[in-house]
């Protein structure tokens, strides 16, 4: 009887296994850091950061290989935390034209994991001089976006199913406890 929902919970832990904010926002000609999550097991594989509204022609614009060292490609970096289960992407000198939908991700075999980020960058103003933001608050969304998708995740793929199935084993047993008419 329990069998289904064990399944369930199986199926729906690789669709958690990355997470990351739904939006990061910096100034132009500043930077932004987006940090992204992942369960454990993960820490040895490589990480990427890939850009494209698209998930399957995202390009891919820098990578790990696999250790924690910091890599570089252009304005984009990225380090991988095996003891945090997170790697943080840092792209500096924005311009208006890096404001897209990028991915964080995880190199597996079969189909990569991984989540989308949209940057969004803020043109900078005559008033005011260009500055750097720290990964503190250039983050901002993460928690709240990350956390609403793995609620409704967790609703949809989880808590329905549990309650419908507890709501089936109460009316069957209350069916079964009738007590036949006798004739």
């Known amino acids: 009887m329990w069998l289904p929902p064990a399944l369930l919970l199986l199926s ?22 987006v940090q992204c999550r992942y369960n454990q097991g993960w820490e040895t594989h490589d990480k990427w950061w890939c850009r494209g509204g698209k998930w399957r022609w995202c390009k891919i614009l820098v ?54 980020v949209k940057v969004i960058v803020d043109p900078e103003s005559s008033s005011s001089k260009p500055f750097a933001r720290s990964p503190a608050n250039s983050n901002m969304g993460e928690s709240s976006g990350s956390s609403k998708r793995t609620h409704y995740m ?21 069916r079964s406890q009738r007590v036949p008419e006798e004739p």
Request: contains cysteine.
């Open 63 to 116: 990578q790990t290989r696999g250790s924690e060292q910091e890599e570089k490609s252009g304005r984009v970096s990225i380090r991988d935390s095996w003891r945090d289960r997170s790697f943080t992407v840092t792209m500096e000198g924005l311009r208006q034209d890096d404001a897209d939908t990028y991915w964080c991700g995880i190199q597996k075999p079969g189909t990569d994991l991984g989540t989308q």
């Open 154 to 174: 967790l609703l949809a793929f989880v808590k329905v199913p549990i309650l419908l199935i507890l709501v089936g084993a109460v009316l069957w047993l209350k």
């Open 12 to 33: 729906l832990s690789g669709c958690v296994s990355i997470q990351g904010p739904e939006f990061v926002r910096g100034p132009e000609r500043g930077l932004v850091t």
